[in-house]
């Protein structure tokens, strides 16, 4: 099943917008989960938090990447605290 997205991160354009490919050969619109989530129905396991697209910032590439991959949540913690902590801070 296809599926398209279209991203916008700009000031004042923010928008996460998600499709899936019908039997119909049309589009429609699907909206993240509850939580905030759009799994893909393309690639099983890849998934995207809507939010990382709208707001003043947008998340950390590197530690997004972590959490789309699943690593463990001690493993992240020491990820956000070594990005929080700067280069030369060991």
């Known amino acids: 099943m296809e599926q398209a997205a279209r991203l916008d991160p700009r000031s004042g354009q923010e928008r996460a917008d998600f499709w899936v490919l019908g ?29 990382w697209f709208v707001g003043d910032t947008l998340p950390d590439p590197q530690l997004t990447l972590a959490e789309i991959a699943g690593f463990a949540p001690d493993v992240l913690a020491s990820l956000q605290r070594l990005k929080a902590e700067g280069p030369g801070s060991r």
Do not use: E, I, M
């Not at 050969?25 to 809507?50: C, E, K, M």
């Open 23 to 51: 039997a119909d050969g049309r589009y429609a619109p699907v909206a993240p989960a509850s939580d905030g989530v759009h799994r893909s129905t393309v690639l099983p396991g890849f998934w995207l938090r809507a939010g």
